[in-house]
């Protein structure tokens, strides 16, 4: 893990077109603004987990294929 060190309205750049920059930092919360491409995904990690464990329990359900037929019946 690289550590780097950055003060209010300094900033980071990964690759050539993400940028990370501390908008300010206050009651110990740093505030950050990301520019980056609109095809780049961006969440915090907790929203992350929270997705993928969602996606996880989605994939474990069993589906009653008999009853989802009714539902797509025409009458």
Known sequence: MLV????A???????NDIEIK????????VKLGIEAPKDV???????Y???EEENITASKQQL????????????
Do not use: A, P, V
């Open 9 to 15: 309205n300094e900033s980071i750049m990964i690759g």
């Open 64 to 75: 009653d294929i008999e009853s989802l037929k009714g539902i797509f019946t025409q009458k």
């Open 41 to 47: 995904e961006i969440c915090r990690r907790e929203i």
């Open 4 to 7: 780097l060190s950055r003060r």
């Open 49 to 51: 987990i929270e997705i």
């Open 22 to 29: 501390i908008l300010g930092i206050e009651e110990g919360k």
